[in-house]
C-alpha cells in the first residue's frame, strides 16, 4: 500500500481518503513497498463524467518522468477519457532510488495504482510505454488477486518481449548506457535519469512471460512497424503468450513509445480502455 509524504516546495495536499472521490488535482511523494519515495501527480477526470469511474496509470519509458513535454502530452489524451495518474519511475525526475530498468519499477507502478484508488475510482487502466510497457505487463500478473493495487485492464505500448535484447543499434546503446559506469555518468547527468550499478538477481519475469498470466484482465499490445528498438517479433511473442484475452495493434508508419504515438492513436486506447476496463 503506498503511502503519501509531502513534497517540498508544492502545496501540501491532504490525504484522499479511501472510497471518497475528489476533482481537485493533487501532486504528492507516494513511498513504495521498498522504501522509495516516488513523484506523482493525479488529474481529475472530465467534469461531465463520474469521478468514481476510470483512471489511466501512465508509466513512462527510460528516461522519461512525470513534467517530461510527451508525458504530460500523453495524460492530456487519456483526460479526455477519464482521471489520469502519472509518476516519475524511481532514479528519474524528482523521485528517490536509482533505476533497475524495470525490475523494482513494479513496485512503483503499485503504489502509483493504489493511490488511484484511493480517490475512489471503481476501475484502473495501466498504461506502459517501452520500459513502462514491461513494467505494466509484469505488474499485471504479478498484482492480479490486489484488490488495491492491481489493475482492471492493461495496455503495453512498444515492450520488448524478453530481457537483454541487442539485436537493433538503439538498444546496444541503451546497454552501454546502463551496464557500462560512463553510461551510467551519461545517464545521471545527461539524461537525468540515476541508474542502478547492480545486476538483476533474481532476474524478474520476462514481459513475455507475464503476458501469459495476466487472463482474464483485458490486454491491449500496440507496436508500431517502424519501432527501432524492438521488430515485430517482440509484440507478436507478447500477443500469442497473451492468448484470446489479449489484442494486438500493428501501426503502420509508428516508431517507438510516447514520441511515436500520435493523438488518433491515444484517443483510440482511451476508447478501448472505456469499453473493456469492466
Do not use: C, Q
Not at 21 to 44: H, Q
Request: proline share 8%; charged share 25%.
Amino acid at each position: 500500500m503506498a503511502r503519501s509524504t509531502r513534497r517540498p516546495g508544492h502545496r501540501p495536499h491532504p490525504e484522499t481518503p479511501r472510497g471518497a472521490p475528489r476533482r481537485t488535482p493533487a501532486r504528492t511523494f507516494l513511498r513504495t513497498a521498498d522504501g522509495v519515495p516516488v513523484d506523482a501527480v493525479y488529474e481529475p477526470g472530465p467534469v461531465d463524467r463520474d469521478p468514481s469511474d476510470l483512471v489511466f496509470v501512465v508509466a513512462h519509458g527510460f528516461t522519461g518522468d512525470a513534467d517530461r513535454p510527451h508525458v504530460r502530452r500523453i495524460a492530456a489524451a487519456f483526460a479526455r477519457h477519464g482521471a489520469v495518474v502519472t509518476f516519475s519511475f524511481r532514479g528519474h525526475g524528482a523521485s528517490g532510488g536509482r533505476s533497475t530498468v524495470g525490475d523494482r519499477e513494479v513496485l512503483d507502478l503499485a503504489a502509483a495504482v493504489a493511490w488511484a484508488r484511493g480517490f475512489g475510482h471503481a476501475r484502473v487502466v495501466t498504461v506502459g510505454f517501452s520500459m513502462g510497457g514491461s513494467v505494466v505487463l509484469r505488474h499485471a500478473a504479478l498484482y492480479a488477486d490486489d484488490a488495491a493495487a492491481g489493475t482492471d485492464a492493461v495496455v503495453s505500448v512498444s515492450s520488448p518481449a524478453r530481457w537483454y535484447y541487442r539485436g537493433t543499434a538503439p538498444m546496444r546503446r541503451l546497454h552501454w548506457l546502463v551496464m557500462r559506469p560512463a553510461g551510467r555518468l551519461v545517464g545521471r547527468y545527461g539524461l537525468r535519469t540515476r541508474i542502478h550499478h547492480r545486476d538483476w538477481d533474481p532476474v524478474p519475469l520476462s514481459p513475455v512471460a507475464a503476458a501469459g498470466r495476466i487472463s482474464p484482465t483485458p490486454l491491449l499490445i500496440v507496436h508500431g512497424d517502424r519501432d527501432g528498438y524492438f521488430p515485430l517479433d517482440h509484440p507478436r511473442m507478447l500477443a500469442e503468450a497473451a492468448g484470446d484475452h489479449g489484442e494486438l495493434w500493428l501501426e503502420p508508419g509508428m516508431g517507438h513509445a510516447e514520441n511515436a504515438s500520435d493523438e488518433a492513436l491515444l484517443h483510440r486506447i482511451g476508447d478501448w480502455a472505456v469499453a473493456r476496463a469492466g
